[in-house]
Protein backbone atom coordinates (compact mmCIF):
# COMPACT_ATOMS: atom_id res chain seq x y z
CA UNK A 1 0.00 0.00 0.00
CA UNK A 2 1.17 3.54 -0.81
CA UNK A 3 1.04 5.78 2.06
CA UNK A 4 0.20 9.68 1.35
CA UNK A 5 1.48 11.87 4.23
CA UNK A 6 0.88 15.59 4.02
CA UNK A 7 2.08 18.67 5.73
CA UNK A 8 1.92 20.41 7.55
CA UNK A 9 -1.24 19.06 9.02
CA UNK A 10 -2.75 22.92 9.29
CA UNK A 11 -1.77 25.95 7.55
CA UNK A 12 -2.63 29.58 8.88
CA UNK A 13 -2.02 32.29 6.45
CA UNK A 14 -3.63 35.45 5.99
CA UNK A 15 -5.21 36.23 2.66
CA UNK A 16 -2.96 37.24 -0.61
CA UNK A 17 -0.23 35.22 0.99
CA UNK A 18 0.96 32.46 -0.18
CA UNK A 19 0.41 28.76 0.60
CA UNK A 20 2.96 25.66 -0.03
CA UNK A 21 1.53 22.31 0.99
CA UNK A 22 3.08 19.27 0.75
CA UNK A 23 2.66 15.32 0.01
CA UNK A 24 5.18 12.48 0.52
CA UNK A 25 4.84 9.36 -1.22
CA UNK A 26 6.07 6.54 0.88
CA UNK A 27 7.79 5.03 -2.86
CA UNK A 28 7.69 5.94 -6.09
CA UNK A 29 4.65 7.18 -8.23
CA UNK A 30 5.72 8.86 -10.80
CA UNK A 31 3.56 11.94 -11.31
CA UNK A 32 0.25 9.91 -10.85
CA UNK A 33 -0.67 12.19 -8.26
CA UNK A 34 -3.38 14.83 -7.18
CA UNK A 35 -5.04 17.55 -4.86
CA UNK A 36 -8.73 17.69 -3.83
CA UNK A 37 -9.99 20.70 -2.18
CA UNK A 38 -12.91 20.57 0.64
CA UNK A 39 -14.76 22.93 2.03
CA UNK A 40 -17.21 22.03 5.17
CA UNK A 41 -20.13 20.16 4.77
CA UNK A 42 -19.48 19.63 0.77
CA UNK A 43 -17.65 16.92 -1.64
CA UNK A 44 -14.34 16.75 -2.22
CA UNK A 45 -13.23 18.88 -5.62
CA UNK A 46 -10.76 18.39 -8.11
CA UNK A 47 -8.34 20.66 -8.74
CA UNK A 48 -5.05 19.54 -9.76
CA UNK A 49 -4.77 15.76 -11.82
CA UNK A 50 -1.37 14.18 -12.81
CA UNK A 51 0.56 16.67 -10.71
CA UNK A 52 0.65 19.59 -12.44
CA UNK A 53 -2.58 19.86 -14.57
CA UNK A 54 -5.12 21.91 -13.27
CA UNK A 55 -8.80 20.49 -13.49
CA UNK A 56 -11.48 22.21 -15.49
CA UNK A 57 -12.47 25.85 -14.39
CA UNK A 58 -9.67 26.14 -11.30
CA UNK A 59 -8.04 29.13 -11.19
CA UNK A 60 -4.19 29.85 -12.19
CA UNK A 61 -3.43 30.62 -8.62
CA UNK A 62 -3.17 26.88 -8.19
CA UNK A 63 -0.57 25.24 -9.06
CA UNK A 64 1.18 21.50 -8.88
CA UNK A 65 4.69 20.48 -9.23
CA UNK A 66 6.68 17.46 -8.42
CA UNK A 67 7.75 14.13 -9.27
CA UNK A 68 8.56 10.56 -7.54
CA UNK A 69 7.84 10.77 -3.96
CA UNK A 70 7.55 14.11 -3.30
CA UNK A 71 4.86 16.71 -4.62
CA UNK A 72 4.02 19.98 -3.94
CA UNK A 73 0.54 22.36 -4.28
CA UNK A 74 1.28 25.92 -4.31
CA UNK A 75 -1.08 28.73 -4.40
CA UNK A 76 -0.06 31.60 -5.52
CA UNK A 77 -1.75 34.49 -3.78
CA UNK A 78 -4.56 33.02 -1.25
CA UNK A 79 -8.38 34.10 -1.70
CA UNK A 80 -11.50 33.83 0.95
CA UNK A 81 -12.94 30.99 -0.53
CA UNK A 82 -9.38 29.10 -0.81
CA UNK A 83 -9.54 28.92 2.94
CA UNK A 84 -10.30 24.45 3.09
CA UNK A 85 -9.01 21.68 3.59
CA UNK A 86 -7.08 19.94 0.68
CA UNK A 87 -5.94 16.11 -0.18
CA UNK A 88 -3.62 14.68 -1.93
CA UNK A 89 -4.30 11.23 -4.18
CA UNK A 90 -2.17 8.85 -5.87
CA UNK A 91 -3.14 6.88 -8.62
CA UNK A 92 -0.55 4.87 -9.53
CA UNK A 93 -0.81 1.24 -7.43
CA UNK A 94 -4.34 0.06 -6.62
CA UNK A 95 -6.01 -1.23 -4.97
CA UNK A 96 -6.14 0.29 -2.48
CA UNK A 97 -6.89 3.76 -3.21
CA UNK A 98 -5.07 6.04 -0.87
CA UNK A 99 -5.47 9.70 -0.14
CA UNK A 100 -3.46 12.08 1.93
CA UNK A 101 -4.57 13.27 5.79
CA UNK A 102 -4.81 16.03 4.55
CA UNK A 103 -4.15 19.99 5.23
CA UNK A 104 -6.00 22.65 7.16
CA UNK A 105 -5.74 26.35 5.31
CA UNK A 106 -7.17 28.30 7.87
CA UNK A 107 -7.08 31.93 7.79
CA UNK A 108 -4.48 33.75 10.38
CA UNK B 1 -25.15 19.13 -15.15
CA UNK B 2 -22.88 16.44 -14.55
CA UNK B 3 -24.10 14.87 -11.46
CA UNK B 4 -23.94 12.10 -8.84
CA UNK B 5 -26.58 11.82 -6.43
CA UNK B 6 -26.24 9.14 -3.68
CA UNK B 7 -29.38 8.05 -1.20
CA UNK B 8 -29.73 5.47 1.51
CA UNK B 9 -27.88 6.91 4.32
CA UNK B 10 -29.41 7.14 7.79
CA UNK B 11 -29.63 5.32 11.40
CA UNK B 12 -28.89 1.67 11.64
CA UNK B 13 -27.78 -0.85 14.80
CA UNK B 14 -24.22 -2.29 14.75
CA UNK B 15 -24.25 -5.68 13.36
CA UNK B 16 -27.38 -4.52 10.64
CA UNK B 17 -27.12 -4.02 6.89
CA UNK B 18 -28.08 -0.99 4.72
CA UNK B 19 -27.86 -0.39 1.45
CA UNK B 20 -26.38 2.85 -0.41
CA UNK B 21 -27.50 3.95 -4.49
CA UNK B 22 -25.96 6.43 -6.30
CA UNK B 23 -27.54 7.92 -9.29
CA UNK B 24 -25.57 10.16 -12.32
CA UNK B 25 -27.02 12.82 -14.27
CA UNK B 26 -26.00 14.69 -16.98
CA UNK B 27 -23.97 11.50 -18.29
CA UNK B 28 -23.74 7.93 -18.69
CA UNK B 29 -22.25 5.77 -16.24
CA UNK B 30 -21.56 2.89 -18.58
CA UNK B 31 -18.01 3.55 -19.49
CA UNK B 32 -17.09 4.62 -16.21
CA UNK B 33 -15.24 2.87 -13.20
CA UNK B 34 -16.81 4.11 -9.93
CA UNK B 35 -15.92 4.41 -6.30
CA UNK B 36 -16.93 4.66 -2.71
CA UNK B 37 -15.21 6.76 -0.52
CA UNK B 38 -16.22 7.76 2.74
CA UNK B 39 -14.94 10.17 5.71
CA UNK B 40 -16.00 9.50 9.38
CA UNK B 41 -16.29 12.14 11.62
CA UNK B 42 -14.13 14.83 11.40
CA UNK B 43 -11.99 12.51 9.39
CA UNK B 44 -9.38 12.37 6.22
CA UNK B 45 -11.18 10.46 3.32
CA UNK B 46 -10.97 6.73 3.41
CA UNK B 47 -11.41 4.94 0.30
CA UNK B 48 -14.17 1.85 0.31
CA UNK B 49 -14.15 0.26 -3.06
CA UNK B 50 -13.96 0.47 -6.91
CA UNK B 51 -16.28 -1.36 -9.86
CA UNK B 52 -14.79 -1.66 -12.78
CA UNK B 53 -16.68 -1.15 -16.29
CA UNK B 54 -18.43 -3.68 -18.21
CA UNK B 55 -15.39 -3.78 -20.67
CA UNK B 56 -13.61 -4.77 -17.53
CA UNK B 57 -16.04 -7.71 -16.00
CA UNK B 58 -17.45 -5.65 -13.45
CA UNK B 59 -15.20 -6.32 -11.38
CA UNK B 60 -14.62 -4.99 -8.01
CA UNK B 61 -11.83 -3.59 -5.16
CA UNK B 62 -12.21 -3.35 -1.71
CA UNK B 63 -10.43 -1.51 0.78
CA UNK B 64 -9.36 -4.42 3.82
CA UNK B 65 -11.57 -2.61 6.39
CA UNK B 66 -14.59 -3.70 4.48
CA UNK B 67 -13.80 -6.79 2.31
CA UNK B 68 -16.35 -9.50 2.93
CA UNK B 69 -18.80 -7.14 4.27
CA UNK B 70 -19.16 -4.40 1.91
CA UNK B 71 -20.41 -5.22 -1.86
CA UNK B 72 -20.41 -2.68 -4.77
CA UNK B 73 -22.28 -3.35 -7.67
CA UNK B 74 -24.02 -1.10 -10.65
CA UNK B 75 -27.04 -1.32 -13.18
CA UNK B 76 -25.86 0.97 -16.16
CA UNK B 77 -29.26 0.53 -17.56
CA UNK B 78 -30.71 2.64 -14.71
CA UNK B 79 -27.10 5.09 -14.54
CA UNK B 80 -26.99 3.84 -10.80
CA UNK B 81 -23.98 2.74 -8.39
CA UNK B 82 -24.75 0.42 -5.32
CA UNK B 83 -23.08 -0.31 -2.05
CA UNK B 84 -24.46 -3.14 0.15
CA UNK B 85 -23.33 -2.87 3.67
CA UNK B 86 -23.56 -5.82 6.37
CA UNK B 87 -22.51 -6.28 9.39
CA UNK B 88 -22.12 -2.54 10.25
CA UNK B 89 -19.67 -1.68 13.03
CA UNK B 90 -19.77 1.57 14.12
CA UNK B 91 -16.40 2.48 12.96
CA UNK B 92 -18.14 2.30 9.49
CA UNK B 93 -20.49 5.58 10.33
CA UNK B 94 -19.01 8.03 7.54
CA UNK B 95 -20.54 10.45 5.07
CA UNK B 96 -20.69 7.99 1.88
CA UNK B 97 -19.81 9.48 -1.87
CA UNK B 98 -19.68 7.99 -4.77
CA UNK B 99 -17.25 9.08 -7.48
CA UNK B 100 -16.77 8.85 -10.98
CA UNK B 101 -13.21 7.88 -11.71
CA UNK B 102 -11.60 8.68 -15.12
CA UNK B 103 -8.04 7.69 -16.81
CA UNK B 104 -6.10 10.33 -14.16
CA UNK B 105 -8.48 11.24 -11.21
CA UNK B 106 -11.61 10.71 -9.41
CA UNK B 107 -13.08 13.81 -11.19
CA UNK B 108 -17.01 13.74 -10.08
CA UNK B 109 -18.78 13.25 -6.22
CA UNK B 110 -21.83 13.16 -4.90
CA UNK B 111 -22.75 15.11 -2.36
CA UNK B 112 -22.76 12.55 0.02
CA UNK B 113 -25.04 10.40 2.16
CA UNK B 114 -25.00 10.07 5.80
CA UNK B 115 -24.89 6.88 7.66
CA UNK B 116 -25.08 6.00 11.08
CA UNK B 117 -24.27 3.44 13.33
CA UNK B 118 -25.48 3.25 17.24
CA UNK B 119 -27.71 1.26 19.24
Known amino acids: EIVLTQSPATLSLSPGERATLSCRAS??????LGWYQQKPGQAPRLLIYDTSNRATGIPARFSGSGSGTDFTLTISSLQPEDFAVYYC??????????FGGGTKVEIK | EVQLVESGGGLVQPGGSLRLSCVSSGFSLSDSYLDWVRQGPGKGLEWVGRIRNKANSYTTEYAASVKGRFTISRDDSKNSLYLQMNSLKTEDAAVYYC??????????WGQGTLVTVSS
Open chain 1, 27 to 32: QSISNK
Open chain 2, 99 to 108: ARVTGVAIDV
Open chain 1, 89 to 98: HQRASWPPVT
